[in-house]
């Protein structure tokens, strides 16, 4: 979901800022940087749910003990193809990176590596691990599960998370190939959205507390935020009219492949709280795969063929009105030159909220 | 799409019919049974559009030299996980086959296999061939692309096939998970159902020849078949408002998988015709990949917890009006359970065809 209005902030002092607030709450170095790196990957790419937003639920986690700053990050098993990795209940992103480099070193050596791992807490946007691949001419995979807010088809509680699949591929002179797409219709902050402009939602987006598709936005928000019963529809919508049960499949295929997999939580047996109301640990799992285009055919004919194949779409005729035809990522790399050049953009809450950390951690804001 | 009426036929005759046509067009043994079999797995889990009532298309194929009997397959490139396989022009189902048991191969030796083909055609229902991982403890996924029937997210004509994605799982007590799913919110049956019926179709399934959404038909099957713009919608349906982006990336991810991986045809560059209107070889593209479920977890655990996910999936509250809730698959184990004993159910027009191929080939129909 992109911002089109919010402050400016340049991308350098908004990364150094997050990475010594996460440095204060114990993270070592590296780690915060690649947390930080992450989220201000995420805003560069117009994704704001997952950028800097969210910083200070991950300030949260750490404060509370729900993620681990200095956690004991395992390999459980290994062959030369496949691993699983214990994430030690840290934040996501350090053991997601490094998850994501043994599968391209494990693609190196005999040609695909897939790496799973457990006991992790949200790891950011997708797309920030599959285009890991991308340099070393790889194709990168990367699903992850997350907290319950889809609903499956013919269902009345939300049972799956928006699961996200992200797949990146190389081109030539044209830009990568950068999917990276929940499984539900649309995220939650769609809702937001819409609450806010008070406006009706379309049908398909999400579900009231019986399992009837809705256009109230700020009710279906209610009964998530109550657990009263709903929540946010598959890709497709309700029931199989427009194929929801697709959507509903892709998002159960990653809960398999993020959460079955490697042993990690899974459709409501997730971010799960203690007869007190506590924050367990999330148990977040992710699925990571690379495949070295090699493999199958030279590089320099993969991605000619990456070019012909995006021209062809792009040159393709248009639909009436329509002036332009998109290839996944494309939005999101235009986006990242311009805000790199000029800074993201942030929410007046999200910056009062950094702004307040300065205090709370004696850490300079040189924005 | 399953059929709810038609003629029964038994599934041993039926198949033993269609290996005794292919072999009289030279196709060997091995390969009309796997031909059989996999449009047989079609009819008995009602996805009777990629049954027998395609095997007329395989014949008149063979017989104008479109796909070769005996064709030369070739392994072309390899890696410990990976490889490239030529399909020589033949049928789609004995090299897709070979292939994904290479795939399973290749897995069993370093935990991952992944191979593509090029060169192929039409190899049937994607699941057939995910599927055979299953007796193996591993995850099984196929892909492959198609002939051009999919308009992308603000485009007018169609650029991409509906690009099926399979994935199959095992489980423990229940059974497998099996997604099996075209990447367009419907197949073009479904329009040719509502054409028939005279009814309207719910927007979201198909454009016009100027890309707007469409409830006739009618009036897009006949610019479908004049080439005159439109087509399938991707799963989302048309434009962003519900995601049909997302869709338009699965079919477009899977055609690079499929098609740009090992170099087969891709987007409207495939069943292309030569300048007298003749059929060119279609060059379909398809990408197989086994996980040994092993390779992160042990296989019992791993079982016992799909168990738990699918039993949480379908225990879980139903919606007004809804008694049950699906697993991928689950409807089309109990329709092949049903019609292995009753035989499937064939459409006249189907019925009829093979009846006339009794005379033309000389082979016996003992239904």
Redesign the interface.
């Known amino acids: 979901m992109s911002n089109d209005s919010g402050i400016r902030v340049l991308v350098e002092p908004l990364r150094e800022f997050c990475v010594q607030v996460l440095a204060r709450l114990y993270v070592p170095l590296e780690d915060a940087e690649t947390t930080a790196d992450n989220l201000l990957e995420a805003d560069l790419r117009g994704v704001s749910s997952h950028g800097v937003a969210r910083f200070r639920r991950y300030v949260r986690g750490l404060q509370t003990g729900q993620m681990i700053p200095q956690p004991d990050i395992r390999l459980i098993?290994?062959?030369?193809?496949?691993?699983?990795v214990d994430g030690g209940g840290g934040l996501g992103q350090p053991v997601s990176k490094r998850a994501m480099r043994m599968a391209i070193e494990k693609?190196r050596q005999?040609?695909?590596?897939?790496v799973?791992v457990r006991n992790s807490n949200h790891f950011g946007i997708a797309g920030y691990y599959a285009m890991l691949a991308l340099p070393h001419e790889m194709?990168g995979i990367c699903t992850t599960n997350s907290a319950v807010l889809v609903?499956?088809?013919?269902?009345?509680?939300a049972?799956l998370g928006t699961n996200p699949i992200s797949?990146a591929?190389p081109a030539g002179r044209e830009r990568p190939?950068v999917?990276d797409?929940a499984t539900s219709?649309?995220p939650r902050g769609k809702l937001e959205v819409y609450n806010r402009m008070n406006k009706p939602m379309?049908l398909?987006?999400a579900?009231d507390e019986?399992?009837?598709a809705s256009t109230d936005a700020g009710h279906v928000l209610g009964n998530m935020e109550r657990l009263a019963?709903g929540g946010l529809l598959p890709?497709?919508?309700?029931g199989e009219?427009?194929?929801g049960?697709?959507?509903y499949?892709?998002a159960?295929?990653v809960?398999?492949?993020s959460?079955?997999?490697?042993?990690a939580g899974?459709?409501?047996?997730i971010y799960l709280k203690d007869e007190a109301g506590k924050p367990l640990p999330t148990n977040v799992g992710h699925f990571f795969g690379a495949?070295?285009?090699d493999?199958?055919?030279p590089v320099a004919?993969?991605k000619a063929?990456?070019d012909?194949?995006i021209r062809?779409?792009k040159d393709?005729?248009?639909?009436?009105g329509?002036e332009?035809?998109?290839?996944?990522g494309e939005k999101e790399y235009e986006l990242t030159d311009e805000r790199r050049a000029n800074g993201v953009l942030l929410h007046p809450k999200v910056m009062a909220d950094l702004q307040a950390m300065v205090g709370e951690f004696g850490v300079p804001f040189a924005h």
């Open positions: 098993h290994e062959t030369p193809a496949t691993a699983l693609a005999v040609g695909a590596g897939f799973t194709i609903v499956p088809t013919f269902g009345r509680d049972m797949v591929a190939f999917l797409m219709t649309v379309p398909g987006w579900t019986v399992g009837e019963g890709l497709g919508g309700a009219l427009l194929s049960h697709k959507g499949g892709l159960l295929l809960d398999i492949l959460g079955v997999l490697p042993g899974y459709a409501d047996n495949l070295r285009v493999g199958f055919r004919e993969f063929t990456m012909d194949i062809r779409l393709s005729a248009k639909a009436v329509q332009r035809i998109y290839i996944h």
